[in-house]
C-alpha cells in the first residue's frame, strides 16, 4: 500500500510541474518534497519525473501513477466519510475566483463533500467583482475572493493568506517595449485597475493588447507573447516567468484572499466550509515588494 502522505505530494508535483511551487502549496520544503517523490519512486520501482534545470515533467509511469494517486485518495477519503462523516445536511451556494480554481481547492473541496456528504455544495466559478456581488445580493452563501490590503469593506471576511501580486511574462525580458503591452481581464477587474493605476503613477506608457474574461484566456495570452499580466505569486504557473525589478516595472501591492460569508447563509455548512478551507490552505507570511 502506497503512504497517502507521499500521493499527496507527488500530486501536489504534478499539479505544479515544480517542487518548489508544489512545496509552497502544501507547506512543505522543497527537500522534504523531493525525499517524498524519492520514496515513492522507490515504492514503485518507477521513475515517475524527469527533470532538468527548466523544468519538470511526468514519465509515462508517472502519468499512470497519477491517474492511480487521484483514486487511491479518492477512495480513502471516501471510507474517513463513511465512518465519520457529518449529520449535517443542507444546500451551500459556494463562490472562487477562476485563478483560485486552478489551485490545490478543488482537491480540498472533494475532501469536504467525503465529510460532509448530505451537505449539497454548487459552486459558482467567476471573476472576482462578479463574486463580490453575488455574495452582497445573497445569491451566494460564501465566497472565495481578493481584496486589496487594508481594503476596508463592510464584510471583513476572513483572510486565507496574503500574496505578493507580480509582473509576469512569457519569458525573461531585458527591455520592455514601450508602450508596455498588456493581457488584462475584462473590466471591472482588480489586477487590471492594480495594472493600470501602477503603470500610469510610474509615468510608463501602455497598452491593452488582449482582453480575457478568464485565467485560462489570460494565459493563453501571455504564453503567446501578446504581453505581460499580473499574477499573485502564488498562483503563477510554473511556465510563466516573474519579472524581477531590473525590467522597470513599478513595484506592485499585496493582496489578500479572503473567504466571505453572507450573513444569511446556513451557519453549520458555512462554518465547515470555511474550516475546511483555512486549515487546508497552505499559509504564505505576508510579502512586501521589493
Not at 515504492?43 to 492511480?68: E, I, K
Amino acid at each position: 500500500m502506497y503512504d497517502s502522505e507521499l500521493l499527496r505530494t507527488f500530486l501536489g508535483v504534478v499539479e505544479a510541474l515544480s517542487f518548489t511551487a508544489a512545496g509552497r502549496r502544501l507547506g512543505l520544503s522543497q527537500p522534504t518534497v523531493s525525499q517524498h517523490v524519492r520514496r515513492l519512486e522507490e515504492q514503485v520501482g518507477r521513475v515517475l519525473f524527469v527533470r532538468d534545470t527548466r523544468r519538470v515533467a511526468l514519465t509515462a509511469d508517472g502519468d499512470a501513477l497519477a491517474g492511480f494517486a487521484r483514486e487511491i485518495l479518492a477512495a480513502q477519503e471516501r471510507a474517513v466519510g463513511h465512518f465519520t462523516g457529518s449529520p449535517l445536511a443542507g444546500r451551500l451556494r459556494f463562490g472562487v475566483t477562476d485563478d483560485l480554481a486552478l489551485t490545490p481547492l478543488p482537491r480540498i473541496l472533494r475532501s469536504f463533500r467525503n465529510l460532509y456528504p448530505r451537505i449539497d455544495l454548487d459552486l459558482t466559478v467567476l471573476q472576482n467583482e462578479a463574486l463580490l456581488r453575488r455574495i452582497e445580493s445573497g445569491h451566494l452563501d460564501v465566497a472565495f475572493v481578493k481584496r486589496g490590503v487594508g481594503v476596508a469593506a463592510a464584510n471583513p471576511g476572513q483572510l486565507v493568506r496574503r500574496d505578493q501580486l507580480v509582473w509576469a511574462a512569457a519569458e525573461a525580458i531585458a527591455t520592455l517595449p514601450e508602450p508596455v503591452p498588456l493581457v488584462a481581464y475584462q473590466s471591472p477587474s482588480l489586477s487590471r485597475s492594480v495594472t493600470v493605476e501602477a503603470l500610469e503613477e510610474a509615468g510608463i506608457r501602455s497598452r491593452i493588447t488582449c482582453v480575457a474574461r478568464g485565467v485560462n484566456g489570460v494565459l493563453a495570452a501571455v504564453r503567446a507573447g501578446l504581453g505581460i499580466a499580473v499574477f499573485a505569486r502564488s498562483l503563477l504557473p510554473s511556465d510563466i516567468v516573474e519579472l524581477p525589478a531590473s525590467a522597470g516595472l513599478p513595484a506592485l501591492p499585496a493582496l489578500d484572499l479572503v473567504l466571505l460569508t453572507n450573513p444569511r447563509a446556513p451557519e453549520q455548512p458555512a462554518t465547515a466550509l470555511t474550516s475546511a478551507i483555512l486549515s487546508s490552505a497552505v499559509p504564505l507570511k505576508p510579502e512586501t515588494s521589493g
